[in-house]
């Protein structure tokens, strides 16, 4: 196991590239919920020159459609979705200033490589405990495309949220490294 | 002819529906205690743990035990010595699942295949339920249900192959299937895999195969052993938990197997998440 860190947001780039594949991190502070229906959003506003919902300088942005809340709680399960599905998008943000994404899955090189490009890392959150990692959301509040619902981007305040590097401005990938080593030819 | 009320298949599926998204049910959580203990990878170990950590939480506090709350897909066994009284049984299903997912603070994920509109101010929420209906001897109504995520169902994969590929034809497939996707689907998982039938009954087949209870023998001898070879088989792949790298990417392998045409070997994988949410109940 790794080295584990606990990280403020918005990252900082010593921050960023100090962790390496399969290092422990718990996060504090402010990130933004995204998955598909918003990263297109945010691209297409890019291209058009028009400013983000948010500023994506230091950002972590965690793929995720949480379930509605309960009337007494600020959000639901809030467990990370399959990232490929934002990766034609994530190298766009990463060059403008994204430095972390949430979610699970293996990215493209293309992904990788703006990673180790533009100093930005891959974060694995645990795919299907949404009870336990809604818990460490302590508010939320959507910033914009409500009409997406549970797609909605959110600005969530998350305490010692736990995540693994799984790939870093080297280049390493926690999901190589880790299936090479235990897959019996 | 026996009668079953609609208003009592409704309030039992809602209430089917209520209880298992917020509780994993036994066969999973011994399944995922076995892996546990079994697994040698120190982070898959942990993510493991987690996953428990996380069903103990949801049941504890009924919170949905993942935010893919899924489509909810029912397999219906109707005895043909019973009627429901007050409506049928394909818009009990649907109203029970509206309601429960609503009520309950469930996901409603299914949308329009091309605008991608959510359908829960249109079609209801969460519908339509995904319904498979068989009819049978007895005077019984018999329903199954599981909460199926999409990640899982994406990796999922349907081939008629020629029928000299034979068994290690079969086992190749499910082996590609599996390694390709990776991390992707939320390993460990169950592999569900249809063999035989057309290219939709194997598919069907795939499906259903996953609501079986995770430790259930199947009760044809030559499956099970072919279960306990592509288990084995899967296992090498060290994939791991949320592939991390371990040696239990695979929980169980149920296999459903049908008559087929002499010219075909249809084979179906459906796939799993570790989050096996299923249930059922009987009228």
Known sequence: MGTTYYLKTPLQNEDVSKLRAGDIVFLNGIIYTARDAAHKKLVDLMSAGKNLPFDLNGAVIYFVGPTPPKPSEPIGSAGPTTSYRMDSYSPTLIANGLRGMIGKGERSQEVIDSCVKYGAVYFGATGGAGALLGKRIKSSEIIAYPELGPEAIRKIEVEDFPVTVINDVLGDDLYQKGRAEYEIK | ?283
Request: include cysteine.
């Open chain 2, 1 to 283: 002819m026996r009668e079953v009320d609609f208003n009592e298949i409704v309030s039992g599926v809602k209430n089917l529906i209520n209880y298992t998204s917020a509780n994993l049910p036994k066969d999973s959580i011994d399944a995922l205690e076995r892996a546990m203990n079994e697994e040698k990878s120190p982070v898959s170990r942990e993510v493991l743990r987690q996953i428990l950590e996380n069903s103990q939480i949801a049941s504890k506090e009924f919170r949905p035990l993942c935010q893919d709350t899924g489509l909810a897909v029912f397999f219906i066994k109707i005895g043909d010595e019973v009627k429901i009284k007050g409506g049928n049984i394909k818009n009990a299903i649907n109203i029970a699942t509206a309601e429960a997912y609503k009520e309950s603070y469930l996901r409603a994920s299914t949308c329009h295949p091309f605008t991608r509109a959510n359908l829960q101010n249109s079609v209801g929420y969460n519908l339509p339920a995904i319904i498979h209906f068989d009819i049978v001897e007895g005077n019984k109504i018999d329903i199954e249900y599981a909460a199926k995520g999409g990640g899982s169902e994406n990796v999922s994969k349907a081939i008629v192959l020629p029928p000299a590929s034979g068994t290690n034809g079969i086992i190749k497939f499910v082996r590609e299937t599996i390694s390709k996707a990776g991390s992707n689907p939320c390993p460990p998982l169950t592999v569900g895999i249809g063999i035989g039938g057309t290219f939709e009954k194997c598919a069907i087949s795939s499906k259903h195969a996953l609501f079986r209870d995770i430790g259930s023998i199947n009760p044809d001898p030559e499956m099970a052993e072919l279960e306990n070879i592509i288990l084995e088989d899967l296992n090498k792949l060290g994939i791991g938990s949320m592939g991390m790298g371990g040696t239990k990417t695979v929980l169980a392998v149920h296999i459903e197997s049908n008559p087929c045409h002499i010219a075909s070997l249809p084979v179906s994988v459906n796939v799993q998440c570790h989050s096996s949410r299923h249930g059922h109940i009987t009228f």
